[in-house]
C-alpha cells in the first residue's frame, strides 16, 4: 500500500471513529441537545446505536435543513452536557428577514488555532498586526478572525462591511449606492494602513482589489493575504496572486462559512492553471461532492457535482447539509488524505447569472 | 489550420487567459477560435497605464500616423495577419470566410464591409480634414497654433477610447479609426461573436508601424465592459435601446443604438414613387438590414398601400443562398435564438390592427428559414395606417420596413428620431423645416440611399469633438 493509500485509510478510520463519538454526544439524554433527541424520537431508529461509521450518516440520515436554525429558538440546538454556559450566537445569511443562527462555544477557536499551524511565519508574522476588511457584526467569522490573530500573538483592526446591505442595494439595482459603500469601506481601509502598521489582511476577493487599487499594498507593509467570501474560478486566483499580490504578498484562499469552519486550500499555482482546491478540517467538518440529482452518490474525481457538508462537533452535529455551492471533486492527497472540492462557485452557476455582490 | 487561440492584447502584449470561450460556426457549431476572457480587474490595472500608451503614439506625428493607417488598410485588405498567439496568420480569404462562418454574413457583404474600412483608413486625412473642419495637422501635433487668423489650442478629453462593440456589422469598426490618428489609445471589448475584425485590424496597426501600446484588446464580462464604459474618459458602446439607455445621459459615452433611419417623400414627389422603389428597397435590404442607416420606415403622404405591395413584390421572394454567392442578400444568424425571437416579435405585433404584412403573400414559406444549419430572416415589409402601430417605428436586425401614411406636414411631428433621413422632395419649405429639425443626425435631400455615408462628415458623433477640447489660450510674446 502507498504512502497516501496509508493515510486515507487512516483518515477514514478516524472519521469513522469521531463520526460514532459525535452521533452518540449528540442523541445521548446524557449529553445530547432537544433537537436531535426530539428528531430521534419521531424518526423512530436511534442513531446512538445504529451509525457505526460516517457512511452510516449518508446512508440514513436526510439533508439537514437550513430552515430549523432560523425557526427553532437557540436553546434547542444546546447539547444538555454545556447546559449553564451562555452560548455566542452567529448568524449567516439574512438578507430580509429572519436570519439563520448557529450557537457555538469553542468550536471556531479549535478551527482557527488549527488552522494556524498551516500559516507561514513569513508571510503571516507573529506578534504584529492584522487587519480584517469584511462582514463583522454578528458573525463567527469577526471573533474567528481575531482569535487567530491573537494565537499568532497579534491583534487585529476592523473595518465591516454589511453584505446584508450591499444585496439590498443590488437587488434593488441601486449600483452608484452600492459602489459608494464599497469606497467608504476601502477610505476605511485605507486609513489604517496609512496610519498603522499593519502585515496581515483578512478580506474577500473585490475588497481586496479595491483597496489595491488605491494602495500600493507591498509598499503598505502587507506581507499576507488571507481571503474568502466569494467565488475565485481560475483566472481570478490567477489575477489575484499575479497582479494584485505581485507573486510577493503570500495570498492564502480558504472556503467556509458559519456552519463549518474553515476549509484550507492545497498548493497551487501556474503548474496547476490556478485551480484551488480546499479540503475540509476533517473530521470536524466533511465535505462531499454529490450527484445533485442523487446525493447519496459522489460524483466522480475531477467532475462537477454540489457540494454537502456534514458537521460533526461536540457543540453542534449538522449532517449532509447541501450547500448552495458547486465544485470539482478532487482526489485526497498528502497533508490532507481525504476528498477535496475544487474551483467552488455557486450552484447552477453555469445555467444562469448570479450576483455575489461587490464586496 | 489548427483552431487559433486569440489572445487579450494589454497594451498590445498578448495575455493569454485561463477562462476562455469558444467562437463557433453558425450553421455546424464547429470550433473557428478560442477567445481569452480577461476578468475586469486587468482592464483596470492596465488603465493605470494608459499614460505610457498615449506617450507610445504622441511619438508619431499626426501625419506619420494619418500615414501608418493607411498601410494599416493595405495590410488589413490585402496582407497576411498574425490572427493567433502561437503565430497563427490570416489571409483576407481566411478573414472573409471565418467571419462569414460565424457571423452569418455572406461573403460578398464581408468584402462590402472590407472595403469600407479600408477606404476609411486610406482616406483618413479626408476623414480628419472633415471632423476638425480643416485644423492643420501639425496643430494637432502641438497643442496650440494659429489657424484661420485665430489662435486655436486643444486638449484631450481621455485617457482613452473605450469601445464596447457589437457582433452583427464589422463595418463599424470604422468609427474608432480615428481615434488612432488623433493618439488616443484604444481599449476595446470586441462583440462576443466577431473578434475577427478588430484584431485584424490591430494587427494589421501594428504590423504597419504603430505602436502595440496603443491597443487594449479585451474580451470580457459585463462588468469588465462598464469599466471600460466608465472609466475611459470617453467610450463608445453599441447596441439596443434597453442596452444603451443607461448611458443616454452620460456626455461621456457616445450610443450608437438603433438608427430608425428613414425615407420620406414629399406630397410634390409621391406621384413618381414608383421611380424610387429601387432605392427605398436597396435603403432597406443592402448589408442584409443589419444597419443602423438601413431604413426601417418609409414615410408617405399617400398611397401607403400600394408603396408597400411594390416593396413586398420586390423584397418578398428574396431568400437565403449560399455564403459564397456574389448575389446574396441575406445574413444568417449567429445566434439562432435571437432569429427566432425576432420572428416571434414580428408574429406578435402584426395581430394588433391597423397593420398587414405585404411579403408573406410574395414569400411563399414563413419568414423564417433554416438553411444549411444557418437560420434566416426573410424580407418583411408592413403597411401600418399610423405611427400608433408598434410595427410602425420599429427596427431588427434583417431587412424590415415599415410603411406608414402620414400627412406631410405631420410627419416631423410624427417620426421621431432618425439616424439617417432620406427625404424625397424639391419642395423647399419642407426642405427647410427638414434642415431645422433636431431629430435627424443625416439628412439626404432627394433620391439618396440611406445607406450611403460620408467619411468626412460623421452621421452619428464627430470623434475629433469627442476626443478633443478647444481651450482658449494666452501666450506671451
Same mark, same amino acid.
Given at each position: 500500500?502507498s ?18 463519538e459525535?452521533?452518540?454526544w ?24 445504529e ?12 439533508h ?8 427553532l429558538?437557540?436553546?434547542i440546538?444546546r ?22 443562527q448557529?450557537?457555538?462555544w469553542?468550536?471556531?477557536?479549535? !478551527? ?25 457584526g454578528?458573525? $463567527? ?34 449600483? !452608484? ?18 496610519? $498603522? ?8 476577493p ?28 481560475k ?22 462559512n458559519?456552519?463549518m469552519?474553515?476549509?484550507?486550500? $492545497? ?20 465535505l ?31 449532517? $449532509? ?12 492527497? !498528502?497533508?490532507?488524505p481525504?476528498?477535496?472540492?475544487a ?17 | 489550420?489548427?483552431?487559433p /487561440? ?23 457549431g464547429?470550433?473557428?477560435?478560442t ?68 457571423s ?14 479600408? @477606404? ?53 469598426n ?36 504603430c ?24 467610450a ?10 443607461q448611458y ?27 421611380? /424610387? ?8 435590404a ?14 408617405? =403622404?399617400?398611397y ?28 444568417g ?18 395581430e ?8 408573406a ?9 433554416v ?11 408592413? @403597411? ?13 436586425l ?8 402620414? =400627412?406631410?406636414a ?10 439617417v ?12 423645416d ?10 439626404n ?12 462628415? =460623421? /452621421?452619428e ?11 482658449s ?5
Amino acid at each position: 500500500m502507498s504512502d497516501l493509500n496509508q493515510k486515507v485509510q487512516e483518515a477514514k478510520a478516524q472519521l469513522d471513529a469521531h463520526a460514532v463519538e459525535i452521533v452518540k454526544w449528540h442523541f445521548s439524554p446524557e449529553t445530547g441537545s432537544p433537537f436531535w433527541l426530539d428528531w430521534a424520537k419521531e424518526a423512530g431508529w436511534n442513531p446512538a446505536e445504529e451509525i457505526t461509521c460516517f457512511q452510516d450518516i449518508v446512508a440514513k440520515f436526510p439533508h439537514f435543513q437550513d430552515e430549523w436554525l432560523r425557526d427553532l429558538p437557540n436553546e434547542i440546538w444546546r447539547p444538555k452536557a454545556y447546559d449553564g454556559k451562555p452560548f455566542s450566537i452567529f448568524e449567516t445569511g439574512g438578507t430580509t428577514g429572519m436570519p439563520k443562527q448557529r450557537i457555538g462555544w469553542e468550536d471556531y477557536k479549535i !478551527d482557527y488555532s488549527a488552522f494556524s499551524e498551516t500559516l507561514s511565519d513569513e508571510h503571516f508574522p507573529r506578534n504584529h498586526y492584522w487587519m480584517m476588511v469584511g462582514p463583522t457584526g454578528p458573525r $463567527r467569522l469577526r471573533l474567528a478572525i481575531e482569535h487567530l490573530a491573537n494565537v499568532r500573538g497579534c491583534s487585529c483592526y476592523f473595518v465591516d462591511l454589511d453584505p446584508r446591505w450591499v444585496k439590498r442595494l443590488i437587488a434593488s439595482k441601486q449600483y !452608484d449606492q452600492a459602489r459608494a459603500y464599497m469606497d467608504h469601506v476601502i477610505d476605511q481601509a485605507t486609513t489604517i494602513l496609512k496610519h $498603522r502598521s499593519v502585515s496581515a489582511l483578512f478580506t474577500t476577493p473585490k475588497l481586496l482589489e479595491a483597496m489595491a487599487e488605491r494602495k500600493d499594498l507591498i509598499k503598505a507593509g502587507i506581507k499576507g493575504v488571507f481571503c474568502g467570501g466569494t467565488t475565485m474560478d481560475k483566472q481570478y486566483t490567477r489575477f489575484l496572486v499575479e497582479e494584485i499580490c505581485e507573486n510577493q504578498i503570500g495570498f492564502v484562499p480558504t472556503y467556509g462559512n458559519t456552519l463549518m469552519g474553515l476549509a484550507r486550500h $492545497r498548493p497551487f499555482g501556474a503548474d496547476n492553471d490556478y485551480s484551488i482546491t480546499y479540503h475540509a478540517p476533517q473530521p470536524r467538518a466533511v465535505l462531499r461532492v454529490v450527484d445533485p440529482k442523487q446525493t447519496e452518490n459522489l460524483v466522480d474525481y475531477d467532475t462537477w457535482g454540489r457540494v454537502e457538508l456534514t458537521t460533526l462537533t461536540k457543540e453542534f452535529f449538522m449532517p $449532509r447539509f447541501l450547500e448552495r455551492d458547486e465544485a470539482i471533486r478532487r482526489a485526497p492527497w !498528502d497533508n490532507d488524505p481525504w476528498d477535496g472540492v475544487a474551483e467552488v462557485r455557486p450552484f447552477g452557476a453555469m445555467e444562469k447569472t448570479i450576483v455575489e455582490g461587490v464586496y | 489550420m489548427a483552431t487559433p /487561440h486569440i489572445p487579450c492584447l494589454r497594451l498590445g502584449d498578448p495575455y493569454v487567459s485561463l477562462n476562455q470561450i469558444e467562437v463557433t460556426d453558425y450553421r455546424d457549431g464547429a470550433v473557428k477560435a478560442t477567445v481569452s476572457q480577461v476578468n475586469a480587474g486587468v482592464i483596470r490595472r492596465d488603465l493605470e497605464r494608459m499614460d505610457e500608451a498615449r506617450a507610445a503614439l504622441c511619438k508619431f506625428s499626426t501625419a506619420e500616423l494619418i500615414a501608418i493607417g493607411a498601410k494599416a488598410g493595405e495590410i488589413f485588405l490585402n496582407g497576411e495577419v498574425q490572427i493567433g498567439v502561437d503565430g497563427e496568420t490570416q489571409s483576407p480569404e481566411q478573414y472573409i470566410e471565418t467571419l462569414s462562418s460565424t457571423s452569418g454574413l455572406p461573403h460578398v457583404m464581408v468584402k462590402r464591409n472590407m472595403d469600407k474600412i479600408h @477606404y476609411a483608413l486610406t482616406h483618413m486625412d479626408v476623414v480628419l480634414n472633415g471632423l476638425t473642419r480643416g485644423i492643420d495637422p501639425a496643430i494637432l501635433d502641438a497643442g496650440v497654433g494659429e489657424q484661420f487668423g485665430t489662435q486655436v489650442c486643444f486638449y484631450p478629453t481621455s485617457k482613452a477610447l473605450g469601445l464596447v462593440m457589437p457582433s452583427n456589422s464589422p463595418a463599424v469598426n470604422s468609427l474608432w479609426l480615428p481615434a488612432v490618428a488623433l493618439k488616443t489609445p484604444i481599449i476595446m471589448k470586441p462583440g462576443r461573436d466577431e473578434p475577427w475584425t478588430p484584431i485584424r485590424l490591430i494587427q494589421s496597426f501594428i504590423q504597419a508601424g504603430c505602436p502595440k501600446e496603443a491597443f487594449g484588446f479585451y474580451p470580457t464580462d459585463y462588468e469588465g465592459a462598464a469599466d471600460i464604459l466608465n472609466r475611459c474618459g470617453r467610450a463608445l458602446i453599441f447596441g439596443d435601446k434597453s442596452t444603451t439607455d443607461q448611458y443616454a445621459n452620460n456626455p461621456a459615452i457616445q450610443i450608437h443604438g438603433p438608427g430608425w433611419s428613414k425615407i420620406l417623400i414629399g406630397d410634390d414627389e409621391i406621384e413618381n414613387w414608383r421611380d /424610387h422603389i429601387d432605392l427605398i428597397a436597396g435603403s432597406i435590404a443592402d448589408n442584409g438590414g443589419r444597419s443602423c442607416v438601413n431604413a426601417s420606415a418609409v414615410v408617405v =403622404p399617400k398611397y401607403g398601400r400600394e408603396i408597400a405591395d411594390a416593396l413586398g413584390q420586390k423584397l418578398g421572394p428574396v431568400k437565403p443562398t449560399t455564403v459564397d454567392d456574389p448575389e446574396a442578400k441575406l445574413s444568417g444568424f449567429a445566434n439562432p435564438k435571437m432569429g427566432e425571437w425576432i420572428d416571434g416579435a414580428i408574429d406578435a405585433d402584426l395581430e394588433e390592427a391597423g397593420c398587414e404584412e405585404m411579403t408573406a403573400k410574395y414569400r411563399e414559406g414563413d419568414r423564417k428559414v433554416v438553411t444549411d444549419g444557418g437560420t434566416y430572416l426573410r424580407p418583411t415589409i408592413v @403597411y401600418c395606417e399610423s405611427f400608433e402601430h408598434p410595427l410602425s417605428n420599429r427596427e431588427f436586425l434583417c431587412p424590415y420596413a415599415s410603411v406608414v401614411e402620414v =400627412p406631410q406636414a405631420e410627419m416631423l411631428n410624427q417620426m421621431g428620431e432618425s439616424l439617417v433621413v432620406t427625404a424625397i422632395t424639391k419642395d423647399e419649405a419642407f426642405q427647410a423645416d427638414l434642415l431645422a429639425s433636431p431629430l435627424i443626425e443625416r439628412l439626404n435631400l432627394g433620391p439618396i440611399s440611406t445607406m450611403k455615408i460620408s467619411w468626412d462628415q =460623421p /452621421h452619428e458623433g464627430n470623434m475629433f469633438e469627442f476626443l478633443y477640447k478647444r481651450r482658449s489660450i494666452g501666450m506671451a510674446a
